[in-house]
């Protein structure tokens, strides 16, 4: 089994100026909302959430690729890994629907999230993207506090620690024999990093230098699919 990352859970990006407690304040309401609709259901929430998790990575992608093109300058590699972001985002979605069944209503949710999520995000990139990224840096601190509620829900017997879905043994290289609780330890590294690369961002927007302390990513399959 491929080595998961050790990550550093208590970092959080204390807010400097208006724009980062407006990103904090953004995170919180929505957590609380979260919170509330979902309690310790971990496998629907961790459904819902990531297919709103997998939008910001594709809005940022794209505004970025159009300002490089308006601008005729590079992108120092930032497309590339929004879009990577979104993809991994995806996958996370795509294995969590192999370990919980989204009801009826919840199915009702992720399409009229979507359309509001999505255009409330490209509305604030356009008009603020450190904001942006704040918002998605702040997100992934919260991504990793509710996987680590999940990990303790598995832990304390209450979630069934089932066995790793096919599709994630693929995607992150896992043994034969993994099982759901190696998926959320691997799945919150992925978010430690996107945390990393998110706050890294805003900072760089800010005017200060690449961040070089971003938690490594988990080893992912360059095929999504194993018999692709
Ligand atoms: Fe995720
Ligand atoms: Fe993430």
């Given at each position: 089994m491929r080595q998961i990352p050790l990550i550093d859970m208590t970092v959080h990006h204390a807010p400097r100026d208006f724009s980062d407690s407006l990103a904090l304040g953004i995170t919180k309401v929505l957590r609380f909302a979260a919170d509330l609709f979902f309690a310790k259901r971990y496998g629907h929430r961790a459904i819902v959430l990531e297919t709103v998790a997998a939008v910001p990575g594709m809005v940022g992608a794209t505004l970025t690729h159009l300002k490089c093109l308006r601008r005729i300058q590079d992108d120092k590699g930032w497309i590339r890994t929004l879009m990577e972001e979104a993809e991994n985002e995806r996958m996370h979605l795509m294995t969590f629907i192999e370990v919980a069944k989204p009801t009826v209503f919840e199915r009702f949710m992720i399409v009229s999230v979507q359309w509001v999520f999505y255009l409330f995000f490209f509305g604030l990139y356009l008009l603020s993207p450190k904001t942006a990224h704040r918002v998605v840096g702040y997100f992934e601190e919260e991504a990793i506090i509710s996987y680590t509620l999940y990990l303790k829900e598995i832990d304390e017997g209450r979630s069934p620690n089932v066995p790793a879905p096919a599709i994630a043994r693929h995607y992150w290289g896992?043994?034969?024999?993994?099982s759901l609780r190696d998926v959320v330890l691997v799945v919150r590294a992925d978010e430690a990093h996107h945390r990393d690369v998110n706050h890294g961002f805003a900072g760089e927007i800010a005017g200060?230098?690449?961040?070089?302390n971003i938690t490594p990513y988990p080893w992912h399959a360059d095929k999504l699919e194993a018999n692709a």
């Open positions: 896992l043994a034969e024999n993994a200060a230098a690449a961040a070089t």
